[in-house]
């Protein structure tokens, strides 16, 4: 499946190499309100996190080495992604802020509508390309800019979530405590209705469910878009870069006055849970189901950590980050002395 998604962006038609040496992307969409523009950031974002993929599966599997050079030649030339400071992005001719992250480039084949990446589907957040591990100073910068656009009145407890809204998810993979405070609970209680029809005025029913988007429109999304942004505040473990190594990051997003213990799976196949009381981490434990290298940002900042393998102390780490080998079925504690 990963190898069909990289070679039908590579087969694209409308997918090619222009004068500038950058493969540009024309005639495509931005979710539901942008169509026939070019540059647009559901693709590029695809496209970034397809071929890398596509590139660590084949060298895990030694497998299409052919097709992994031009997977990578791909990805190296590809487009930078839009933002607001080009020419052509789409977006309000007066805006003079920061530079923010944009769904395309003009012109399109509707009315160039369309400003910062649609709530709904945020791509560059879902493809590993923006989180607080990114190595890409000015896109982080850009998506930090884009959450403030969007929440330039600021987020309080009346802020209105949507249904399908990432944006909680969006702010808690930048580590903003506030969407952590705030948006989760404001996106489970359903605040505001989405269409005038909708039953009870969209509050919640008593099973949890809402029929915010009308008659029949029973959802429970919003609640499972909470839930993901609930598990990113407590544990994040993406990559800087698509198909890069993932690095483990506790409470990143969580409000120093909430106290918290959770058991949550992680990538590299990892269970990982933790204690924090009073804005501090008292311990994490992980859980090695796969024997992966864990890569854990230190909790504690770049002091000493005390690592117990199964029960016994075996050794001592220090530094902003934390590197050690694990074995299939270990549980490794990590505590401050």
């Known amino acids: 499946m990963i190898k069909g998604a990289a070679e039908f962006y590579r087969h694209?038609?409308?997918?090619?190499?222009?004068?500038?040496g950058k493969y540009h992307i024309h005639h495509v969409n931005s979710n539901e309100s942008v169509m026939g523009a070019h540059d647009t950031d559901e693709d590029l974002s695809a496209m970034r996190g397809i071929f890398a993929a596509a590139i660590r599966a084949s060298e895990l599997l030694d497998r299409d080495a052919t097709l992994r050079a031009e997977w990578q030649e791909r990805l190296s030339n590809l487009a930078p992604l839009p933002t607001s400071d080009h020419p052509d992005a789409l977006g309000p001719a007066d805006y003079t802020g920061p530079p923010v992250l944009v769904r395309g480039l003009k012109p399109t084949a509707n009315d160039n509508s369309g400003f910062t990446p649609d709530g709904n589907s945020l791509p560059m957040w879902f493809f590993d390309l923006v989180n607080l591990e990114s190595p890409d100073s000015r896109m982080l910068a850009a998506a930090n800019a884009t959450f403030d656009r969007v929440y330039r009145a600021g987020i309080n407890e009346k802020t209105a979530v949507g249904v399908l809204s990432k944006w909680a998810i969006a702010g808690a993979t930048l580590g903003r405590a506030d969407a952590t405070r705030f948006l989760v609970p404001n996106q489970m209680r359903a605040l505001t209705a989405e269409r005038d029809t909708?039953?009870?005025?969209?509050?919640?029913?008593?099973?949890?469910?809402?029929?915010r988007e009308?008659?029949?429109?029973?959802?429970?999304?919003?609640?499972?878009?909470a839930a993901e942004a609930l598990q990113l505040a407590l544990v994040q473990s993406a990559?800087?870069?698509?198909?890069?190594?993932?690095?483990?990051?506790?409470?990143?997003a969580w409000p120093d006055e909430w106290d918290a213990r959770f058991a949550l799976r992680a990538r590299g196949g990892f269970v990982v849970s933790a204690s924090r009381k009073a804005g501090l981490t008292e311990w994490v434990e992980i859980h090695s189901e796969s024997g992966s290298v864990a890569r854990v940002r230190n909790p504690w900042g770049s002091g000493a950590v005390v690592l117990t393998r199964n029960g016994k102390a075996t050794e001592q780490l220090k530094g902003p980050l934390l590197v050690f080998d694990t074995e299939i079925g270990e549980v490794v504690t990590l505590r401050i002395e």
């Open 198 to 211: 909708a039953y009870l005025g969209g509050r919640p029913l008593a099973n949890r469910l809402t029929l």
């Open 214 to 225: 009308g008659p029949q429109a029973l959802d429970a999304e919003r609640l499972g878009r």
């Open 239 to 252: 990559p800087g870069v698509p198909g890069g190594d993932p690095v483990l990051r506790l409470f990143a």
């Open 12 to 20: 694209f038609p409308n997918l090619r190499k222009e004068g500038d």
